[in-house]
């Protein structure tokens, strides 16, 4: 596994789009739609310098074989997922769509992000060794 200092795959990427996400939140607070936060944080990504693909199609696959596809809310840099609600708080069903979303692909690292009354994150891994190990 690629990782920095902290022990983290993609730290200092996950860290710049989460202070990324704090700047929108508290430019825009809470109760916009999806969309606008989604809008919002892609415009402000890349004038942080990242580049970013909103509604991007990721392709899923099954025993080696391509079997659907998601959009991710945006993936950034091409290595991080982003899933954005606006809820009034996280819960497990938002959890197991992002963690689906890196089982699923060859993705490792991704963010879950709340617009709700509270902004919250949460940072989640699933490592490519450990998915190769798994459809073994």
Known sequence: MHTDQHGLKHYELTEKII??????YNELGYGFLESVYEESLSVALVDAGLSVARQA???V?????????FRADCLVENLVVLELKSARALDPSHEAQLLNY?????IEVGLLLNFGPKPEFKR????NERKARRSM
């Open 19 to 24: 202070k990324v996400f704090f700047e929108v």
């Open 57 to 59: 199609p990721i392709a």
């Open 61 to 69: 696959w099954f025993r080696g074989h391509p079997v659907g596809d």
């Open 102 to 106: 890196l089982r699923a692909t060859e």
């Open 124 to 127: 989640f891994i699933f490592d």
